[in-house]
């Protein structure tokens, strides 16, 4: 069991994989940090509709999930950041 990067507390792997499941593709393997420090934000992603992850100290709501971003990159050779109008270097 892996502590969360976060706040050091042991990894729930069945709350955080519950909490990802709006996810594309992502089970707690994915992840560093806890259900308590996961920020899941529903039916976000400017792409698929589906949810996106809050990156942690970040206080904008992405507008790309991690899979779009993934798929962005992958297509276009270009990241597009987790926001739109953003390039990120």
Not at 2 to 24: F, H, S
Request: aromatic fraction near 6%; charged fraction near 20%; proline fraction near 7%.
């Amino acid at each position: 069991m892996k502590p969360c990067q976060n706040c050091q507390t042991v990894i729930d792997e069945y709350l955080l994989d519950k909490q990802l499941e709006p996810l594309r593709e992502f089970t707690a393997d994915d992840f560093n940090i806890c259900a308590n420090c996961a920020t899941i934000v529903a039916d976000a992603c400017v792409k698929c509709g589906g949810a996106v992850y809050v990156p942690r100290n970040e206080s904008i709501t992405p507008d790309y999930c991690p899979a779009c971003r993934s798929d962005l990159i992958d297509c276009t050779g270009h990241d597009p950041g987790w926001t739109r109008g953003h390039m990120s270097t």
